[in-house]
Structure formats: structure tokens, C-alpha cells
């Protein structure tokens, strides 16, 4: 039986050759040899943003309304500074498992949307 396995991230399928061939020379260029700032490249929120906009109709700012983070794993930082105890948080589902536990230690009301 054919199944698809929703568990935490760990790939299957070998990396495509284009993306390969992107990282090395991505690899070779001095711009990408240093951190990212915390807030994130504003090219990237914009596209974001736009993405947002275009998928569903939604406008945000990206200089002040995007947020780009290292991954869900190191984000519970965020959900206790940003969620109260009781609140509601909408999280996909389904979706990443650290995410919905990031939101039980801060007391949220966790609710699936699909």
C-alpha cells in the first residue's frame, strides 16, 4: 500500500539536481556567508506578502506585518511572547506537530483548520 508519511521531516526523495546545482553556486557567493538580520530579507517578506495578498486577499505590510523565523522548532519563544493564555490559534492541519505544541505550552486554544 502506497502511503504518505506525514512525519516530522525527514525526506524520502533525493533532492532534484536543479536545486543542487542552485545551492552550490549559491555556496560560492561571498553575500551569502554571513547571518541573516532577525527580521528577514524585505525582498522575502514582500514576496510574502504578495503571495498572501494573491492567495487570500489578504493585504499585509511587510515591513511590519511579516515575520520570518528559523522553523517552528525554535519559534516556542514566539508563541509565549505573542499568546495569551486562552487565545485562539488557527494552525493547519494537517501540519508540522511542533507548531500545535508550541501553542499547548502557551495555553492557547488550538484550532485545525484544514
Request: aromatic content about 8%.
Amino acid at each position: 500500500m502506497d502511503l504518505i508519511d506525514l512525519g516530522i521531516g525527514d525526506p524520502d526523495l533525493p533532492t532534484p539536481a536543479h536545486i543542487i546545482e542552485a545551492m552550490k553556486k549559491a555556496v560560492g557567493e561571498p553575500v551569502n556567508h554571513r547571518y541573516p538580520s532577525y527580521s528577514g530579507m524585505l525582498e522575502f517578506r514582500a514576496a510574502v506578502a504578495e503571495w498572501y495578498r494573491k492567495r487570500f486577499s489578504v493585504d499585509l505590510d511587510p515591513e511590519k506585518e511579516v515575520l520570518t523565523s528559523s522553523g517552528a522548532r525554535r519559534d516556542r519563544p514566539l508563541a509565549l511572547a505573542f499568546i495569551n493564555p486562552g487565545d485562539v490559534s488557527l494552525v493547519p492541519s494537517p501540519g508540522y506537530p511542533c507548531i500545535t505544541s508550541r501553542l499547548f505550552s502557551a495555553a492557547a486554544r488550538v484550532t485545525p483548520c484544514p
